[in-house]
């Protein structure tokens, strides 16, 4: 196993690489700004110090991992107490996975802080740093068969009802182990911070905080089955709306019913301005239904009626200014000497009330 001063040694060559502790207090200052703060999550600040925490830690855990630092074939009292801290690479990164806010990959990010806080505690378990169960893995639910919405729920047995009793006595001893150990963390924390504190209290301090991170990494891991189960969900949803629905037949042509089949011939179905009726047709029809305009409707003067009889009246009066007929042409004369001396419509009283 390789120890912290074989990193120093390596990043010693390549100045331009940061140091494995400072990336990790990096990280880890970030993710106590995002936890701690009033702004919303979803701000670009905040996002901005998720990734770049994501980044740190990342970075970090590649490091942790190309020098071996943890071996399964020692003990917890082999490790370092420089070296502990590096245990809760994992679980930070599980949380500040969980801190990213992208609605379209957000299946994908609980996917992937899940794994982070599983590989945290399979760590922990195998150095014996607590008690605890692991949880089962994510796709143990896939291969119990679902229940059918339209049938009732089976009765919960009593081996179901003991095992939720146990489940919730398990939380609330988690959740008062962590009150405990973040008293005691508060305690210890300023001597570690301001260098103070011998390697006895560093290392408690570590493995405080590790137990704490054990909590917290269950808890988490129990929301995010719960929520996976409801992002599948919806899913299949979101797949079943997608589907190409059934294709829309193509709309009909207009079409008319021609009054016989050799119109039909002439001007084929379907066109736009197909005659249904004759000139002959149409007239008789609405003479049948007295819409003419010669029909019921009283005509003035316009009319062609008193049209054709004022022609004739002009035709007779011509014809006897042409025969010379004495009485005519003193009409004539009467009616030309009056219009000389009397304006157009004198005398005309009709519709003046």
């Known amino acids: 196993m390789a120890s912290t001063e074989d990193v120093n040694h390596i990043q010693n060559s390549e100045p331009e690489t940061p140091k494995l502790g400072d990336l990790l207090d990096r990280g880890w200052k970030l993710y106590e ?25 990342e970075e970090a855990s590649r490091m942790v991992a190309q020098i071996a630092l943890f071996s399964r074939n020692e003990e917890l009292e082999e490790i370092a107490t420089a070296d502990l801290k590096y245990l809760m690479l994992p679980a930070l990164l599980g949380a500040l996975t969980m801190k990213q806010v992208n609605l379209s990959k957000r299946l994908e990010q609980v996917q992937m802080a899940r794994v982070y806080f599983l590989d945290f505690l ?56 962590r009150k405990d150990t973040e008293a005691k963390l508060t305690e210890i924390r300023s001597s570690v911070e301001d260098g103070t504190a011998d390697d006895e209290i560093v ?8 137990r ?31 589907q190409p629905s059934q294709p829309k037949r193509p709309p009909m042509k207009p079409f008319i019913l021609t009054k016989d089949a050799l119109q039909a011939k002439v001007f084929g179905a379907g066109y736009p301005s197909l005659a249904t009726m004759s000139v002959d047709d149409w007239y008789e029809q609405h003479k049948k239904k007295g819409c003419l305009p010669d029909q019921g409707v009283p005509r003035g003067p316009s009319s062609s009626a008193d049209y054709d009889a004022e022609e004739r009246e ?28 009397h304006r157009r419509g004198y005398g005309n009283r009709q519709n003046m009330g």
């Open 33 to 57: 700004e995002v936890d701690t703060t009033n702004e919303p999550t979803g701000s670009n600040p905040i996002q901005v110090k998720v990734k770049r925490g994501i980044m740190q830690l």
């Open 122 to 177: 399979k760590r922990c378990k195998e150095y014996n740093v607590s008690k605890f169960e692991l949880p089962k893995a994510s796709d143990a639910s896939d291969d119990t068969p679902e229940e059918d919405g339209s049938l009732p729920p089976a009765p919960l047995r009593q081996a179901d009802l003991i095992s939720m009793a146990t489940q919730r006595n398990a939380k609330i001893e988690r959740y008062k182990q």
């Open 203 to 210: 290392r408690d301090f570590y493995l405080l905080n590790i």
């Open 212 to 242: 704490k991170w054990i909590a917290i990494a269950l808890e988490e891991i129990e929301s995010i089955d719960q929520e996976m189960e409801i992002l599948k969900k919806m899913d299949v949803l979101k797949q079943g709306t997608s």
């Open 314 to 341: 002009k035709e007779e009066k011509e014809r006897q200014e042409e025969n010379d007929d004495e009485e005519a042409l003193q009409k004539a004369r009467d009616w030309d000497n009056w219009k000389d001396t």
